[in-house]
């Protein structure tokens, strides 16, 4: 790996770090999985005592599979409706499930004291696109539909997502402006896989970061997309390719310094502001891809009150 100019609390523990590579076929994802199964990353955090957990199966998609679903509440009683937010896992869009961001689900039901929503969508590459989509949307509108039940004010749901989950929020945000859809108040997308040209700077320049680099998210594309693929995809899959931002929610974007990803954020952040959407956008220094999960380190910390309080700005009940 190059010498990268890394904060220098990360340095003393990027061994602490899985590494993730060679996604060439099934099988080796498939192994990939399996060992993220069974060491985790950092190890989970026990469940918070002032929320609860409900795992439920829903409809999917018109003649597709059922959709799993997890619910987080606070356990303190509410007079009123609650915002509510729909998370997206991440995972290059074959990693991952609907534990992987189940801490950070507790945290802000918790600390927004909000509804959250979270969806365990079809992977690729047995499922390229537009499986994983339409299955992030259908439980969208399943949320949305079921507010009531649910104890979610309809008017303050925010999307968010991480990575490939990030991508999936934006391209769902996008299916939702066009499909007549649920109207979301927010977009969060942390770190976002937008753009499967691979033609960025950054994209060119970091080949051999930790957790995520190019080789990497060309074979994420590549299974994404499905071996099937003719010609520009569709915005949905990579949203970076959306000639139409207008009409979007308010989003907030982050990225980071050494992270293949970060120009497709920062540039899909420009193309939200130049279409009227309010964005805040944050590039945190010293930071790679997925550098969040050192989560005791001091830039890490500050991402995170930034990204809760941004979360419970936009989410407040409307006067």
């Not at 990803?261 to 959407?277: F, H, P, Q, T």
Request: charged share 25%.
């Amino acid at each position: 790996m190059k010498d990268y100019d890394f904060d220098p609390e990360f340095k003393k523990l990027l061994k602490n770090l899985p590494t993730l590579s060679n996604f060439s076929t099934l099988e080796r994802v498939q192994r990939i999985r399996d060992a993220r199964e069974k060491d985790g990353l950092l190890g989970a955090p026990a469940d918070r005592d002032d929320v609860t957990k409900e795992d439920r199966i829903i409809p999917g998609p018109e003649g597709d599979p059922e959709i799993a679903i997890r619910i987080y509440r606070p356990k303190t009683e509410s007079e009123s409706p609650r915002a509510g937010v729909y998370e997206i896992h991440g995972g290059g869009f074959m990693l991952g499930n609907i534990d992987m961001m189940d801490a950070w689900c507790q945290k802000v039901a918790s600390v927004i004291d909000a509804v959250v929503v979270s969806v365990d969508y079809r992977l690729a590459p047995e499922h390229p696109f537009p499986a994983g989509i339409e299955d992030c949307y259908a439980g969208l509108v399943w949320m949305s539909e079921h507010a009531s039940e649910l104890g979610i004010d309809n008017t303050r749901i925010a999307i968010a997502g991480q990575s490939a989950g990030g991508g999936l929020a934006a391209g769902t945000a996008l299916m939702a402006r066009d499909r007549g859809g649920p109207e979301l108040c927010f977009q969060l997308l942390e770190i976002p896989e937008l753009d499967d040209r691979l033609d960025t700077p950054s994209m060119l320049a970091y080949t051999d970061t930790p957790l995520w680099n190019r080789p990497n998210a060309e074979w994420s594309w590549k299974h994404y997309l499905g071996p099937d693929h003719k010609g520009d995809p569709s915005p949905y899959a990579a949203p970076a390719r959306a000639e139409d931002l207008a009409g979007l929610p308010p989003a907030y974007i982050s990225t980071m310094e050494f992270d293949p990803l970060r120009d497709e954020g920062i540039i899909y952040a420009m193309g939200l502001l130049a279409a009227g959407v309010s964005v805040e956008l944050h590039s945190f220094p010293g930071t790679f891809h997925g550098s969040s999960l050192l989560a005791g380190t001091t830039v890490s910390r500050r991402g995170a009150k930034e990204i809760m309080e941004a979360l419970r700005q936009r989410l407040k009940p409307k006067e």
